[in-house]
């Protein structure tokens, strides 16, 4: 005998009772899965097990917010504060600033005016949803000459046709440009912004016996 059930989501499963008490099976609808009871208590086993060191897993994330914020805190208070090596518990950590920057590329493109793309380099990807009957050698052959040319309406090349400019700034030339006066950035056309990493890595390497 099957329950229903259905999870967050579109998928919908089924429970099929087990020879182990309190313990179920999901299947998809209607699907008799034939499985011998030896598997269903391996994998009943190991599914207990895998949700025990999530638990486990999840907990000590949690536990591990209030140390990481501290640490960081303690880092960024005291300059150049970088980690500590510690021989008893054989670990480094290290705790240091990261900074990424973003561009508002509009914004940069004014400023730049003709030197753009002396700067900014873009990568170009486009990705074409062939409808049926469409060649997939001719499409490589020319792109959109070729959706044109199979009975594709200018109009719908929007639905089919998907293209992404991913900009590339090279940075070392927009900084000697803006040293040089050449060019002046707008405000909000440059942001940076500073973030903390610790990582750990053990003092010595442990060889096993």
């Known amino acids: 005998m099957y329950n229903h059930a259905t999870m967050a989501g579109k ?3 089924e429970t099929r009772p087990t020879h182990l008490h309190g313990v179920s099976l ?67 950590l290290s705790v240091f600033p990261r900074k990424s920057t973003t561009y508002d590329q509009e914004l940069l ?34 792109l959109v000459g070729a959706l044109l040319k199979s009975k594709i309406n200018a109009g719908d090349l929007e639905k089919i046709l998907s293209v992404r400019i991913d900009p590339r700034i090279d940075e ?10 050449s060019v002046v950035l707008p405000e909000g056309a440059k942001t940076e912004k500073i973030t903390w990493a610790i990582t750990v890595a053990p003092l010595k390497e442990v060889k096993a016996d």
């Open 109 to 142: 493109r004014q400023a730049l005016g003709d030197a753009y793309s002396a700067v900014v380099h873009e990568d170009v990807s486009v990705v074409i949803t062939l409808p049926q009957g469409v060649n997939r050698e001719t499409v490589q052959k020319s």
């Open 11 to 13: 998928e919908r499963f």
């Open 26 to 92: 999901r299947t998809e609808p209607g699907v008799e899965v034939d499985i011998l009871r030896k598997t269903v208590e391996v994998f009943s086993a190991a599914s207990s097990e895998y949700v025990r060191n999530k638990r486990k897993i999840d907990a000590l994330g949690e536990s591990q917010k209030p140390l990481d914020k501290g640490i960081k805190k303690t880092a960024q208070e005291h300059e150049g504060l970088r980690g500590v090596e510690d021989e008893n518990e054989n670990f480094i």
């Open 172 to 181: 070392e030339v927009l900084d000697q440009k803006i040293k040089d006066g």
